[in-house]
């Protein structure tokens, strides 16, 4: 047990798939009272909106699902069937809990997803691609998932954006490997937000498997 309470700023400073493990497990029970509903977090709304808007469907694999709050936006906009993968078998449990999943696939994306390959006609993603959690290097093992054609909506913090190559990354699979990229930005946090990222932002990386 860590002696302070989990929060964004441990969240951000994580560096191994062992620590988020240890982070999430302690974060999991009150992640959606003591972060989301706190800090007015939007990121899970913009993101399963963009998806919606894009047209995307289902069968859809949300990724770093947490606790399942990109999941239940979908499921509310009719989005479906949804499974769940995320490190953090605490933060799938509580997903679980909400009757929004069919399935949840324990796995560290940085070892791939282990479900066949063109399983999802989407993919979503909320609040992975962030400080201290992954990098672009995990996007082909979600490209291995996906459907031809299938819809893609990826937040990315767009501070990570710039430090961690995501639009080398982007640039050197588009025309190939994806098209129709777009990158709507979007803020992270809603009016109520206090803290020190309040006024963050994230692009919603936008495109389809080829
Ligand atoms: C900030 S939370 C976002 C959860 C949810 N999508 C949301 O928007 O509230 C980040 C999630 O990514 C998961 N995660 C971090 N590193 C991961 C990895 N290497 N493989 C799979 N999931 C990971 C964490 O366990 C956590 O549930």
């Not at 399935?103 to 070892?111: C, G, M, P, T, V």
């Not at 994806?178 to 006024?199: F, M, T």
């Amino acid at each position: 047990m860590s002696k302070k309470e989990p929060d964004l700023h441990s969240a951000y400073a994580l560096e191994t798939p062992d620590d988020h493990k240890r982070l999430y497990a302690e974060w999991a029970g009150d992640y959606d009272d003591s972060f989301a509903a706190r800090e007015d977090y939007q990121l899970h709304i913009h993101t399963a909106r963009a998806f919606v808007g894009a047209g995307g469907q289902g069968p859809v694999l949300d990724v770093g699902a947490g606790t399942g709050l990109c999941g239940g936006v979908l499921a509310g906009l009719g989005v479906g069937p949804i499974d769940a993968t995320d490190i953090s078998a605490e933060m799938l449990d509580q997903a679980m809990r909400k009757d929004i999943y069919r399935d949840a696939i324990e796995a560290d994306l940085n070892d791939g997803i282990p479900v066949p390959r063109e399983s999802y006609s989407g993919i979503v993603s909320s609040g992975t691609f962030t400080h201290g959690h992954v990098g672009p290097e995990v996007i082909p093992a979600l490209l291995r998932v996906a459907r031809h054609g299938a819809q893609f909506a990826l937040s990315i913090n767009a501070k990570h954006f710039e430090t961690q190559g995501f639009s080398d990354a982007l640039k050197a699979l588009d025309g190939d490997k994806i098209h129709n990229l777009s990158l709507p930005q979007v803020r992270i946090y809603g009016d109520l937000a206090a803290g020190e990222n309040k006024d963050d932002t994230a692009f919603v990386a936008l495109f389809e498997k080829t």
